[in-house]
């Protein structure tokens, strides 16, 4: 099974500051990989498809990057609506896999 | 509006059968495959299995000798059923939708609100 190694586990940052969430994939997932967004209660939004593409709806203040096995979430100034649990999702292979979380607070 | 509502017991005996059901609508399950992901409280997420476009199903393999996924493309249902439920397997369940080809921009776009699971005697 593929391992997606998710770092932070936990953050907490400042109104307006740049925020950073990463994955690592044990193999190679090429471009395959989602970002959600998922607020307390609330079923999982996706923020991010195939790597660096925004899905719909989603602030341009949220952008996804690539650099090896290496994939980056990026919100470039946090805003309070902000604070959720991310999760990235690998489906280049089955069983699909998802990283372990990152929960995001506001200082 | 495509939708997609999980439903199902909210408290399930410890050794006893789940059965949840996936109600769409806005697509047809004939162009899309509805997978099913859990998540115990306060933890991650965890792809269960697949119904696909075309019929054919598959299983995370930790889970696959006591799950079963099958469909009524006539209601618009996707049917999920494990067996054996054991305390940890408490938590909230969810289905989303993936296109039936290759376009990226149509995998896991819409969720059902989830349904929450409790294993309890």
């Known amino acids: 099974d593929i391992q997606m190694t998710q770092s932070p586990s936990s953050m907490s940052a400042s109104l307006g500051d740049r925020v950073t969430i990463t994955c690592q994939a044990s193999q190679d997932i090429g471009n395959n990989l989602i970002w959600f967004q998922q607020k307390p209660g609330k079923s999982p939004r996706r923020m991010i498809y195939?790597?660096?593409n925004l899905a719909n709806g989603v602030p341009s203040r949220f952008s996804g990057s690539r650099s090896g096995s290496d994939y980056s979430l990026t919100i470039i100034s946090l805003e309070s609506e902000d604070m959720a649990d991310y999760h990235c999702?690998?489906?280049?292979?089955?069983?699909?896999?998802f990283g372990s979380g990152t929960k995001l607070e506001i200082k | 509006q495509v939708q997609l509502t999980e439903s199902g017991p909210g408290l399930v005996h410890p050794s006893e059968t789940l059965s949840l059901t996936c109600t769409v609508s806005g697509f047809s399950l004939t162009g899309y495959s509805v997978y099913w992901v859990r998540q115990p409280s306060g933890k991650g997420l965890e792809w269960m299995g697949r119904?696909?476009?075309?019929?054919?199903?598959s299983y995370n393999s930790a889970l696959k000798s006591r799950l079963s996924i099958s469909r009524d493309t006539s209601k618009n249902q996707v049917f999920l059923k494990m067996n054996s439920l054991q305390t940890d397997d408490t938590g909230t369940y969810y289905c989303t939708r993936v296109i039936g080809y290759n376009w990226a921009e149509y995998y896991f776009d819409y969720w059902g609100q989830g349904v929450m699971v409790t294993v309890s005697s």
């Open positions: 119904m696909r476009y075309n019929g054919d199903t």
């Open positions: 999702l690998q489906y280049k292979q089955y069983p699909l896999t």
């Open positions: 195939y790597a660096t």
